[in-house]
């Protein structure tokens, strides 16, 4: 006579293995749970606080004389970072705008000199034409100094060189370097010659 709720349960090998490997991973997890559970344990006891018996006794310190400090002179306090930010205890900052005991230097003079206008040279006198005068014409130039220069150049050439300034109220505006005078034209054409080999072109003119 067999029992009606009796069922036989066959299992194959890779179902008994597979149930194996199911029951080392669970292991394997409550193994490490565990340890993890220690750990935490171990923390919080590891947090107790020391008891006052167990703290040291503290040593009274005692204040050593500084070097070169006056004596009775007692100790400025320290102050916090919160005073040094409202800048209690800090020395009285000086205003530039405030003028010190001290006394200042006279004021100096710089007053620049103003340079002083160097008068121009005066043009040198033209020689009295008479009649019949012939002149050398080396060139018209609208400063003075250009003019007296070019005269100065020409007297190292042992030629009577002078410049003819222009006349008040007329529409010529130059200074005229002229040489002469020279009672003929073949005096002058002598001379043009001589001063056109030192550079000098010119032109006659009465």
């Known amino acids: 006579m067999s029992d009606e709720g009796f069922h036989e349960i066959q299992l194959s090998g890779k179902q008994l293995v597979f149930l194996f490997m199911s029951g ?3 292991l394997v997890v409550v193994f490490l749970l565990g340890v993890d559970v220690g750990r935490g344990v171990r923390n919080a006891m590891g947090d107790v606080p020391i008891s006052a018996e167990a703290a040291p006794p503290a040593t009274a310190l005692t ?3 500084v070097a070169g400090a006056e004596p009775g002179k007692a100790a400025e306090p320290e ?3 919160h005073e040094m930010l409202l800048g ?4 009285p900052a000086i205003d530039p705008a405030k003028p010190t005991a001290e006394t200042a230097p006279p004021p100096v003079d710089e007053t620049v000199p103003q340079p002083t206008a160097t008068p121009a040279p005066p043009a ?3 020689p009295p034409a008479g009649r019949g005068a012939w002149f050398l014409q080396t060139g018209a130039y609208s400063t003075q100094a250009v003019a007296d220069g070019q005269v100065a150049k020409l007297k190292q050439l042992d030629v009577p060189a002078f410049v003819l300034a222009p006349e008040a109220g007329t529409a010529v505006k130059f ?3 002229r040489v002469g005078p ?3 034209r073949a005096e002058a054409e002598q001379v ?3 001063i056109a080999r030192q550079g000098f072109p010119s032109s006659i003119t009465r």
């Not at 209690?88 to 020395?91: D, M, Q, R, T």
């Open 192 to 194: 043009k010659g001589r």
């Open 79 to 81: 102050l916090s970072y």
């Open 88 to 91: 209690e205890g800090a020395p």
């Open 63 to 65: 204040e050593e004389p």
């Open 175 to 177: 200074f005229r370097v």
């Open 24 to 26: 080392v991973v669970l």
């Open 124 to 126: 040198t006198a033209a």
């Open 182 to 184: 020279y009672t003929d």
